[in-house]
């Protein structure tokens, strides 16, 4: 059974940097697809980026372009969202997921149908 955890979140002004962080474990292939999503009250879940483990391959929403950037640690089974020049926009609640069936080419934010996800993080942009 894969289990993801997620930490970081918290509170910061418009502007402010953030850095989440995803412990993977029970997964037992070498490459795989995991991402970041979040999810505003009363809206959708949106993807905001995905990297294929091992491969390091990194897909991103055009909205966060720039300004997020998803990384692995191999050895830890952890990837991380580096959060910058945060908006209240970006207020939400942030999950990360994994899912081993999905090949490296359809490893896209706009996948949503994950196979495992944590349990989230609150992410909160005051301006």
């Known amino acids: 059974t894969v289990q993801l955890v997620e930490s970081g979140g918290g509170s910061v002004q418009a502007g402010g940097s953030l850095r989440l962080s995803c412990a993977a474990s029970?997964?037992?292939?070498?490459?795989?697809?995991m991402g970041w999503f979040r999810q505003a009250p009363g809206k959708a879940r949106e993807g905001v980026a995905t990297?294929?483990?091992?491969?390091?391959?990194?897909y991103y929403a055009d909205s966060v372009k720039g300004r997020l950037t998803i990384t692995q640690d191999n050895a830890k089974n952890t990837i991380y969202l580096q959060m910058n020049s945060l908006e209240p926009e970006d207020t939400a609640m942030h999950y990360c997921a994994a899912d081993p069936t999905v090949w490296r080419s359809f490893c896209s934010p706009r996948r949503t149908n994950f196979a495992n996800w944590g349990q989230g993080t609150q992410v909160t942009v005051s301006s």
């Open positions: 990297i294929y483990v091992g491969a390091g391959s990194t």
């Open positions: 029970g997964v037992t292939y070498s490459s795989y697809c």
